[in-house]
């Protein structure tokens, strides 16, 4: 038994100082070319297999499933022959071995502001934390540009299971004030229990944790400005299944 969330990433090259609605176009891009990103040097790719390149790789922060995809190619009206047209779609989970999706073609954009992108490849549930764009050809352009891409994924996190029990996680670390648990469980009945110990062994204090319909994220009741710098140990557990995080106060 699994619990699952999914959640969109929205990877913006350059983020748009204003938020762009309609009804009949709720997907459409800026016009300008500020909002895009645009290679007119090649360099080193991060994938050595490629040489030098065009090239642009995103760090999305975590290990996400990968799902569907959507693309906006470069939009200004007066360098629409920058989009890219021709590419390859690589991932990776530490930006160092890469693992190539295919060979794909993206439309030129219409330089209109009604312009709602096209869509992109499927990952189909792949896992990685890196995707890397290397374009092969575009429409003509000296340089290579691309606006936007929109990747549906779903977040690890959000997935317990059956075994597991529960994940946790604790934030800030290091931590000052306060101390944060958020925690996702197939028990939402049962109290997590927590401990928090010195690198002596030494319990300082515990407490429990009772669920809250929709939340995820917790400050723990800990009185952290009393505790000196250093080390310590939280130890979280619930039904018997037990996380240990290493935390450290800092001064």
């Given at each position: 038994?699994?619990?699952?969330?999914?959640?969109?990433?929205?990877?913006?090259?350059i983020?748009?100082?204003?938020?762009?609605?309609?009804?009949?176009?709720?997907?459409?891009?800026?016009?300008?070319?500020i909002?895009?990103?645009?290679?007119?040097?090649i360099?080193?790719?991060?994938?050595?297999?490629?040489?030098?390149?065009h090239?642009?790789m995103?760090?999305l922060?975590?290990?996400?499933?990968?799902?569907?995809?959507?693309?906006?190619?470069?939009?200004?009206?007066?360098?629409?022959?920058?989009g890219?047209?021709?590419?390859?779609?690589?991932?990776?989970?530490d930006?160092?071995?890469?693992?190539?999706?295919?060979?794909?073609?993206?439309?030129?954009?219409?330089?209109?502001?009604?312009?709602?992108?096209?869509?992109?490849?499927?990952?189909?549930?792949?896992?990685?934390?890196?995707v890397?764009?290397?374009?092969?050809?575009?429409?003509?352009?000296?340089?290579?540009?691309?606006s936007?891409?929109?990747?549906?994924?779903?977040?690890?996190?959000d997935?317990?299971?059956?075994?597991?029990?529960?994940?946790?996680?604790?934030?800030p670390?290091?931590?000052?004030?306060?101390?944060?648990?958020?925690i996702?469980?197939?028990?939402?009945?049962?109290?997590?229990?927590?401990?928090?110990?010195?690198?002596?062994?030494?319990?300082?204090?515990?407490?429990?944790?009772?669920?809250?319909?929709?939340?995820?994220?917790?400050?723990?009741?800990?009185?952290?400005?009393?505790?000196?710098?250093g080390?310590?140990?939280?130890?979280?557990?619930?039904?018997?299944?037990?996380?240990?995080?290493?935390?450290?106060?800092?001064?």
């Amino acid at each position: 038994m699994m619990k699952k969330q999914h959640i969109y990433i929205l990877l913006i090259l350059i983020f748009i100082t204003s938020t762009i609605n309609a009804q009949c176009y709720p997907d459409r891009h800026s016009t300008s070319w500020i909002d895009s990103w645009i290679s007119c040097d090649i360099s080193q790719n991060p994938n050595s297999a490629y040489g030098l390149t065009h090239w642009i790789m995103y760090d999305l922060g975590y290990e996400y499933e990968l799902k569907e995809s959507k693309f906006w190619n470069a939009n200004e009206p007066k360098n629409l022959n920058y989009g890219i047209n021709d590419y390859n779609l690589d991932y990776s989970l530490d930006a160092v071995t890469w693992t190539n999706l295919g060979t794909f073609k993206m439309d030129q954009a219409s330089g209109l502001s009604t312009y709602e992108g096209g869509e992109g490849p499927d990952f189909d549930a792949t896992k990685a934390r890196y995707v890397l764009i290397t374009p092969i050809s575009n429409y003509g352009g000296d340089c290579y540009g691309l606006s936007e891409i929109k990747i549906n994924i779903t977040d690890p996190f959000d997935i317990v299971e059956e075994n597991n029990g529960f994940n946790a996680l604790v934030y800030p670390n290091p931590f000052l004030n306060n101390i944060n648990l958020r925690i996702v469980t197939l028990d939402e009945t049962s109290s997590i229990n927590y401990t928090l110990y010195d690198m002596l062994g030494r319990a300082i204090t515990s407490n429990s944790v009772a669920f809250t319909e929709n939340t995820e994220i917790y400050e723990l009741p800990i009185n952290a400005n009393t505790l000196s710098a250093g080390i310590y140990i939280l130890n979280v557990e619930q039904n018997n299944k037990t996380r240990s995080f290493k935390i450290i106060k800092r001064e």
